[in-house]
C-alpha cells in the first residue's frame, strides 16, 4: 500500500477479481474443456469444440501454460474500468496447445444489499462497532446512511467438508474478503484508519461444470473479542485452511495523542476513543471459516508488531516469512513451536550483509542473510503485556543522543531509545521495529510488502514496492554500517531469496526449520522515466511499477504480482513465469487504482483460480493531460458510487477468436 500521507488524501476504490481457468491436469475431452473455461454462448466466439480449434486427446496430461499479455488501455473509456484483453495458452503432451480469452465478471459492488443466507439482505462492505451496531456516516444531513468500504484487499478462497449452507445447488466454496479502509465521509472529511475495519465471509455456489461462481450468502465477522480490527491490508491462505490477515501502520505507542487512533475507538467503542490502545494494534490476526459460512476471528500477538502486510507460511506448516510494509522495514520469520498452531513460537529478524563488487549494490542488492533471534513467546503473554503496559514501562525515548541510548532509524527519522531493566521480551514483541534495529536486525527495506514461496526452487520473493532513501547507501535514513544500493528507483521491484535448512542463528543457535532464506538477489526492477509519457506516466507501462501483492503457482510455475504504484496511470495485475522469464500484463485496473489482495489457487474442484483486487479508482489524476482527466473522471465516478464503492468479482476464461 502507499504511505499515510497519500492514503488520507484517498477516496476509496477497489476491485476483487478471480478466475477460474480450466481442469489442468488429465484432459476429459473437449467438452469439459469447454465447460472448464466458461464457454461463450455468442456464436461470434469459436470454442474449443468449434472447427479448426485444437482439442486434446482424451487422457492428454497438462504440460505447461503461458499467459498472452495485453497493451496498456490507452482510450478513456478502457482506462476507466477493469479491462482484461490477455489469454492463457495451454500445452498438452500430446503437442495440443489451445488458447483461452480471459474476462472479467462481478458479485456484487460494495455498498450494495447482498443476500445474509437467511432469506434477508446485508450490506457489502460495512462497518460495525464493538456491539456489531452499524456505524452511520452522519456527516450530510438528509444523507445518513452506514459507512462502507470501498476497499476489499486481502482475499482467501477455499472449501471445506461437509459445508452446510443452504441454497448451494452445486460446490461450496468460501471466500473471505477484508476491507482495508475507508477513506473519506460524504461531506470528504478524513476517515482513514479511523474505523475499525469489516471482514466478509461470501458462501459461492460453483458450477461443477463450468467453474462458474455465484454469491449465495454473505456474513460479516465480528471482531469484538479482539478489539476490533487495525487497517488490514494483504492476505493469504494457510495451509491448514485458514484466512492470515494483517494489521499494517501499528499505531506508535510513544505518541502523547494520537488524533487517528483516538477516532477509531470512538468508532469502536461508541465515543469512548481512549478504550482503544496503541498495543491491540499491529499484530497477526487469523480467520477461521465455519461450515455454515460463518466465521471467528483471533488474533496472534507473539508474531510481532510490525507492518503487517503479506506472510507466507512454508510447507512445514510452521515457519512464516513475513512483509513489513514500512519505512526502515525488516524482513521477519517466525518459527511455530507446532504445525499449524500460531500461537506459540519464536520471532527473528534478518541481518543483510551486501556481496562485493558493483553488481551487488545494482537494483536491489544482493548478498547474504544471517537470522537475529528477537525472542519467544506465547500470543496469550504477549496479550497480556498489551493490555496492561504503555510505552513509558517498556522504553525510554531521546531526542538527542545520550549515554545508554542506541541511535535507530525509525519510519524514516532518526531516535535514540533504551529498553528499561527487564523490559527486552515486552519490547521485542511490542516494540518490535524499535528493538529489532537496537539488536542489529537490518531495517533498511521501503514497503516490503507481499512475500510468497517457489517451493520447488525453495526460493522466497519479497515484493519492494519503492526503493526509497532508507535503502541508499550514504542517505541519513538509511541505517549505519548496513546494506545500500545506489540509487532510488520509485518501480521498486522484487526481492529472491534462496531458502536452506541446517542454519544457526546469530548466537550460533539452531533455528527449527528447514525453510530459512541464506542469501538474496534482484529478481527484476522497474524503471523511472526522467520525463511522464503523453499519458502521464512516470514509471515504465512496460514493466512492473511499485510491485505490491505477490503470489507465486507452482502449477504454472508463475509468480503473479499486483502493483500498487501513483507513478502509472491505469496499475496493473502481471504474470512472471520464473523458467522462460517471460512478463505478461493480465489486468489493469481503473486509472488511478492499485492492484492488491491477489490469491492464486492451483486447484479447487478441478478449476484453477486467480484473485485480485483493486482500490482507489479516480485517485492520482493529476499527472494526467486535464482533458483526458474530463473523461476518465465522469465514467469512474457513475460506475462506483462517486468513488464510493467497488465490485468484488472474478476473472473468467473464454476462447480467443484468433487461435495463435
Not at 29 to 58: E, I, Q, R, W
Not at 97 to 110: A, I, P
Not at 139 to 164: A, I, Y
Not at 169 to 176: E, P, R
Request: glycine share 10%; aromatic share 8%; net charge negative.
Amino acid at each position: 500500500m502507499t504511505d499515510q500521507t497519500q492514503l488520507s488524501r484517498r477516496r476509496a476504490l477497489k476491485f476483487l477479481s478471480g478466475a477460474p481457468l480450466l481442469p489442468l491436469g488429465t484432459a476429459m475431452g473437449s467438452s469439459v474443456l469447454l465447460a472448464a473455461c466458461g464457454g461463450s454462448d455468442d456464436d461470434d466466439n469459436d470454442t474449443p469444440t468449434d472447427p479448426g480449434t485444437p482439442t486434446p486427446a482424451p487422457g492428454a496430461q497438462f504440460v505447461s501454460a503461458r499467459f498472452v499479455p495485453m497493451a496498456a488501455p490507452s482510450t478513456a473509456a478502457d482506462m476507466a474500468t477493469t479491462l482484461v484483453k490477455s489469454a492463457m495458452e495451454v500445452t498438452y503432451d500430446d503437442g495440443t496447445v489451445v488458447t483461452y480469452q480471459l474476462g472479467y465478471e462481478t458479485f456484487f459492488n460494495t455498498g450494495d444489499m447482498v443476500p445474509d443466507g437467511n432469506g434477508g439482505t446485508t450490506l457489502a462492505g460495512g462497518y460495525y462497532d464493538i456491539n456489531n451496531n452499524p456505524i452511520i456516516d452522519n456527516s450530510v444531513v438528509g444523507k445518513e446512511r452506514q459507512f462502507f468500504s470501498g476497499c476489499p484487499d486481502g482475499t482467501s478462497l477455499l472449501k471445506l467438508d461437509n459445508p452446510t449452507v443452504p441454497g448451494v445447488t452445486g460446490n461450496t466454496l468460501f471466500a473471505v474478503v477484508q476491507f482495508e479502509y475507508n477513506d473519506v465521509d460524504q461531506a470528504g472529511g478524513t476517515t482513514y484508519g479511523r474505523l475499525p475495519a469489516p471482514y466478509g465471509i461470501l458462501t459461492l455456489d460453483q458450477n461443477p461444470e463450468t467453474g462458474e461462481l455465484k454469491l449465495v450468502k454473505y456474513h460479516n465477522v465480528d471482531t469484538s473479542s479482539v478489539n476490533g480490527i487495525w487497517i488490514p491490508c494483504g492476505a493469504s491462505l494457510s495451509p491448514w485452511n485458514t484466512h492470515l490477515s494483517s494489521e499494517e501502520y501499528e499505531p506508535d505507542a510513544s505518541l502523547a495523542t494520537n488524533a487517528q487512533l483516538t477516532a477509531f475507538g470512538n468508532a469502536l467503542y461508541a465515543n469512548s476513543g481512549a478504550r482503544a490502545r496503541a498495543y491491540n494494534y499491529g499484530h497477526m490476526p487469523e480467520v477461521v471459516v465455519n461450515p455454515d459460512g460463518t466465521g471467528t476471528i483471533k488474533k496472534h500477538y507473539c508474531m510481532g508488531r510490525i507492518s503487517h502486510e503479506l506472510v507466507q507460511v512454508m510447507p512445514d506448516q510452521r515457519t512464516v516469512l513475513m512483509g513489513d510494509d514500512a519505512t526502515n522495514g525488516g524482513l521477519f520469520m517466525f518459527v511455530a513451536d507446532r504445525e499449524k498452531d500460531l500461537s506459540a513460537g519464536t520471532l527473528y529478524v534478518a541481518q543483510f550483509t551486501q556481496g562485493t563488487g558493483a553488481a551487488a549494490s545494482v537494483g536491489l542488492g544482493s548478498g547474504s542473510l544471517k537470522w537475529i533471534k528477537l525472542g519467544h513467546a506465547t500470543s496469550e503473554e504477549i496479550r497480556g503485556m498489551a493490555s496492561g503496559l504503555n510505552f513509558s514501562d517498556i522504553m525510554e525515548k531521546s531526542a538527542t543522543a545520550a549515554t545508554g541510548y542506541t541511535q535507530i532509524n525509525f519510519n524514516g527519522r532518526t531516535e535514540y531509545v533504551r529498553v528499561l531493566d527487564g523490559m527486552e521480551k515486552a519490547a521485542a514483541f511490542l516494540e518490535t521495529h524499535r528493538y529489532a534495529a537496537m539488536v542489529g536486525g537490518s531495517m533498511w527495506l521501503t514497503k516490503n510488502e507481499g512475500t510468497t514461496v517457489n517451493i520447488k526452487d525453495k526460493i522466497l520473493y519479497s515484493a519492494i514496492a519503492n526503493i526509497g532513501s532508507a535503502m541508499v547507501a550514504g542517505e541519513t535514513s538509511n541505517p549505519a554500517g548496513g546494506p545500500g544500493v545506489d540509487e532510488v528507483i520509485d518501480a521498486g521491484g522484487v526481492i529472491a531469496s534462496k531458502m536452506a535448512g541446517g542454519q544457526a542463528d546469530t548466537d550460533a543457535a539452531a533455528i527449527d526449520s528447514e525453510w530459512v532464506p541464506v542469501s538474496y538477489s534482484t529478481l527484476f526492477v522497474g524503471k523511472d522515466l526522467d520525463t511522464a509519457d503523453a499519458l502521464g506516466n512516470e514509471c515504465d507501462p512496460e514493466l512492473v511499477g511499485s510491485p505490491d501483492n505477490l503470489k507465486f503457482s507452482e502449477k504454472l510455475r508463475t509468480l503473479f504480482i499486483g502493483e500498487d504504484s501513483s507513478y502509472h496511470v491505469n496499475n496493473f495485475l502481471w504474470a512472471y513465469n520464473v523458467d522462460t522469464k517471460e512478463l505478461s500484463r493480465l489486468l489493469s485496473t481503473p486509472a488511478g487504482a492499485e492492484s492488491t489482495g491477489l490469491h492464486a489457487v492451483d486447484e479447487l474442484n478441478g478449476f484453477t483460480y486467480i484473485m485480485s483486487n483493486f482500490q482507489h479508482a479516480g485517485d492520482f489524476l493529476g499527472t494526467m493531460p486535464t482533458d483526458l482527466v474530463s473523461e476518465i473522471e465522469p465514467l469512474i465516478d457513475a460506475a462506483y458510487k462517486d468513488k464510493f464503492s467497488a465490485s468484488v468479482g472474478y476473472i473468467t476464461g473464454l476462447t480467443m477468436s484468433e487461435k495463435k
